[in-house]
């Protein structure tokens, strides 16, 4: 079966993606800001005892043990944070099953970062598996709570229920029709942050935003699940009123994804954000009907092995920018003329 990355979900023509995030920490320890080397290890040491009793074929990696490549793959994947992986110390680590939609960072801000991932518009069924493996860790760990405000976490605006809903939407007719500035203002006036690709602190690339909740105190996981999916339901009927609007042009419309396509299925040489940029077009045309060369999961390889690390992946081999841009020029034609 393949993995939810390479999957197409509910409402995959906008809605690319799911994450719930959950934050933790260990009683008796400090945040990680004030965690001396031998607490970071204590910590980790604790949390690899009880691996074997979580279930869903989740095993322990120290992140010192995992080649550069992979835990860049891993960033590309949203399975692990940048900041995560760049970490210069040896106190990371991190809990994986095989299919990689379980990830549990570490020593990253808080002593645990429990994510659950899934493809398309699927937070409630992401919610329960959450809970899940929270209340697993729960029973082996005991987490730093407050009667009076919930899961003490190490930055104030987790606090409460530690929880993270978000989605990463595919907005490129909001961009064409030049109304993608306003629906992202009205986003954030009903506490929603907004936020690129790789989440606090990135750019939105080739039309792709994340979208969280803000507040995480005061207001329970039910509540912040279902304004979370109240907002991305307008997000989805706007970005699909803007693909109406862009349709009455047809001619304009496939001209342009087709240019796109025809970019990437003749290229010798291609960038990474060349790749991202057209791969937004060529999406569009796909999910619109208007492209019959690609299919969903064509697009999703496209998406997923053109970026530098997990190119690497792809071929098996480390290779430098230039090179990289040639080969990816080689993979895009290798993935489109699959049989």
Request: hydrophobic share 40%; proline share 1%; charged share 30%.
């Given at each position: 079966m393949l993995n939810w990355y390479l999957q197409n979900g509910k409402e995959a023509d906008v809605v690319v993606?799911?994450?719930?995030?959950?934050?933790?920490?260990?009683?008796g320890f400090p945040f990680i800001t004030k965690c001396k080397k031998e607490d970071l290890k204590k910590i980790?040491?604790?949390?690899?005892?009880?691996?074997?009793?979580?279930?869903?074929?989740?095993?322990?990696?120290?992140?010192?043990?995992?080649?550069?490549?992979?835990?860049?793959?891993?960033?590309?994947?949203?399975i692990i944070s940048p900041n995560f992986a760049l970490r210069e110390d040896d106190e990371g680590a991190i809990l994986i099953n095989d299919d990689e939609n379980i990830s549990i960072m570490i020593n990253e801000e808080d002593h645990l970062r429990i994510q659950i991932l899934g493809s398309g518009l699927d937070i409630d069924n992401l919610m329960n598996l959450a809970i899940e493996v929270d209340e697993k860790l729960q029973k082996n760990l005991d987490f730093a709570y407050s009667e009076k405000y919930g899961f003490l976490t190490a930055c104030p605006t987790n606090v409460g229920t530690g929880l993270r809903a978000s989605v990463m939407v595919h907005l490129p007719a909001l961009t064409k029709t030049?109304?993608?500035?306003?629906?992202?203002?009205?986003?954030?006036?009903?506490g929603m942050n907004i936020r690129g690709i790789y989440g606090e602190g990135t750019k939105a690339y080739g039309n792709m935003y994340q979208i969280s909740n803000k507040q995480a105190l005061g207001i329970s996981e039910k509540e912040i699940?279902?304004?979370?999916?109240?907002?991305?339901?307008?997000?989805?009927?706007?970005?699909?009123?803007?693909?109406?609007?862009?349709?009455?042009?047809s001619?304009?419309?496939?001209?342009?994804?087709?240019?796109?396509?025809?970019?990437?299925?003749?290229?010798?040489?291609?960038?990474?954000e060349e790749t991202r940029?057209?791969?937004?077009?060529?999406?569009?045309?796909?999910?619109?009907?208007?492209?019959?060369?690609?299919?969903?999961?064509?697009?999703?390889?496209?998406?997923?092995?053109t970026k530098p690390a997990n190119l690497q992946k792809?071929?098996?081999e480390k290779i430098d920018s230039y090179e990289r841009d040639i080969k990816r020029a080689e993979v895009i034609k290798q993935i489109i003329n699959e049989k």
């Open positions: 993606s799911s994450r719930i995030r959950l934050a933790r920490n260990l009683s980790e040491e604790k949390v690899k005892e009880i691996t074997p009793n979580l279930g869903y074929g989740i095993k322990f990696l120290k992140l010192k043990d995992i080649d550069e490549i992979t835990k860049m793959s891993l960033v590309e994947k949203h030049g109304n993608i500035q306003k629906i992202l203002e009205i986003i954030s006036n009903f699940i279902k304004n979370l999916k109240a907002i991305v339901d307008k997000i989805i009927e706007q970005e699909r009123l803007a693909r109406k609007i862009l349709s009455k042009d001619i304009q419309l496939e001209d342009s994804v087709y240019r796109s396509y025809g970019i990437l299925a003749n290229c010798k040489k291609i960038s990474s940029d057209l791969l937004s077009s060529i999406k569009l045309g796909t999910d619109m009907g208007i492209i019959k060369e690609l299919d969903d999961l064509k697009v999703n390889k496209l998406y997923l092995y792809y071929l098996g």
